[in-house]
């Protein structure tokens, strides 16, 4: 039977609510939209549009995959982060909305400066330093991971955004000390692995399972990675760069005593989408 697109939504749709996805209706447009080929900005025509009988097929079955649990970033091989779309692979991270207040205070400092230098530490898929380089042409992002697969996947999406030039990566260690050779920056862009040892234990199945635990895990408290940048990855910092900080739900406060103890005491911290203290900027005095 022929049906259109908008038929295929609220299958979809239906099917979701039934496996008691929570964002149900935004998941099933994001998956027709895909497999459909479709504008999802632009629904009003979806009910005037057929698909043949492979499209519904196909998207049928990356239907059962979400509902088996997998996520459907992971699924799609895309996602969206501060209006660009970052291909992604069970190797990174997947975007979170959330981040992307961090990334708009850094967008707006980098405008400030002249020719900025942005180190995005633990980059994952690069989204959060591709994002910043996408609105300030001048500046230029070296971007640390230890994972040269991670590397691969920032690598791609520079190439998508047609930044290549001014997007630099390198295989690091934020638990170690940093490679000088690197240079000396006047942004940090760094969402860290911060989950506790108790969080991790009661993860939902779908970042558990899916989600690289090497991205997620911040040692017992959380907070080991603020620990050792604090004490060695500041001296990459030019005098008066400031460092944004992405941090879990109940963090914030913990984060800006590790920078205070060491003598940043120029710390501010701001709220995620979600009205959450999660971000957390220090300036460098280094």
Same mark, same amino acid.
């Given at each position: 039977?022929?049906? %259109?697109?908008?038929?295929?939504?609220?299958?979809?749709? !239906?099917?979701? /609510?039934?496996?008691?996805?929570?964002?149900?209706?935004?998941?099933? /447009?994001? *998956?027709?939209?895909?497999?459909?080929?479709?504008?999802? !900005?632009?629904?009003?025509?979806?009910?005037?549009?057929?698909?043949?009988?492979?499209? $519904?097929?196909?998207?049928?079955?990356?239907?059962?995959?979400?509902?088996?649990?997998?996520?459907?970033?992971?699924?799609?091989?895309?996602?969206?982060?501060?209006?660009? %779309?970052?291909? $992604?692979?069970?190797?990174?991270?997947?975007?979170?909305?959330? %981040?992307?207040?961090?990334?708009?205070?850094?967008?707006?400092?980098?405008?400030?400066?002249?020719?900025?230098?942005? *180190?995005? *530490?633990?980059?994952?898929?690069?989204?959060?330093? *591709?994002?910043?380089?996408?609105?300030?042409?001048?500046?230029?992002?070296?971007?640390?991971?230890?994972?040269?697969?991670?590397? $691969?996947?920032?690598?791609?999406?520079?190439?998508?955004?047609?930044?290549?030039?001014?997007?630099?990566?390198?295989?690091?260690?934020?638990?170690?000390?940093?490679?000088?050779?690197?240079?000396?920056?006047?942004?940090?862009?760094?969402?860290?692995?911060?989950? %506790?040892?108790?969080?991790?234990?009661?993860?939902?199945?779908?970042?558990?399972?899916?989600?690289?635990?090497?991205?997620?895990?911040?040692?017992?408290?959380?907070?080991?990675?603020?620990?050792?940048?604090?004490?060695?990855?500041?001296?990459?910092?030019?005098?008066?760069?400031?460092?944004?900080?992405?941090?879990?739900?109940?963090?914030?406060?913990? $984060?800006?005593?590790?920078?205070?103890?060491?003598?940043?005491?120029?710390?501010?911290?701001?709220?995620?989408?979600?009205?959450?203290?999660?971000?957390?900027?220090?300036?460098?005095?280094?």
């Amino acid at each position: 039977m022929t049906i %259109t697109i908008n038929d295929l939504y609220i299958d979809l749709r !239906r099917r979701f /609510r039934a496996a008691d996805i929570s964002m149900a209706e935004l998941e099933a /447009r994001e *998956l027709t939209a895909f497999a459909s080929g479709a504008d999802k !900005r632009m629904t009003a025509d979806w009910a005037y549009r057929y698909l043949d009988s492979e499209t $519904v097929e196909r998207a049928h079955e990356m239907a059962a995959r979400r509902e088996a649990g997998e996520p459907l970033a992971y699924i799609l091989g895309e996602w969206d982060f501060c209006g660009h %779309t970052f291909q $992604v692979n069970p190797n990174v991270l997947i975007p979170r909305s959330d %981040t992307e207040p961090l990334c708009q205070l850094a967008i707006q400092d980098a405008k400030t400066l002249d020719a900025p230098k942005v *180190l995005d *530490l633990c980059c994952g898929s690069g989204c959060i330093g *591709l994002s910043l380089l996408s609105e300030v042409p001048a500046a230029r992002c070296v971007a640390v991971d230890l994972s040269e697969d991670a590397l $691969v996947v920032a690598r791609e999406n520079a190439r998508r955004l047609g930044v290549t030039a001014r997007y630099f990566t390198a295989a690091g260690n934020a638990l170690s000390l940093p490679d000088e050779r690197l240079g000396t920056f006047d942004i940090m862009l760094c969402n860290p692995p911060y989950i %506790t040892a108790a969080e991790m234990e009661a993860l939902d199945p779908s970042v558990a399972d899916y989600e690289p635990r090497m991205a997620l895990y911040g040692g017992e408290d959380g907070l080991d990675f603020y620990r050792n940048i604090s004490r060695h990855w500041v001296r990459m910092m030019n005098p008066g760069g400031r460092m944004y900080f992405e941090c879990g739900w109940k963090q914030a406060q913990d $984060v800006a005593a590790i920078f205070d103890a060491r003598g940043m005491h120029d710390i501010f911290m701001a709220e995620d989408l979600s009205g959450i203290m999660r971000i957390v900027v220090v300036k460098a005095n280094m």
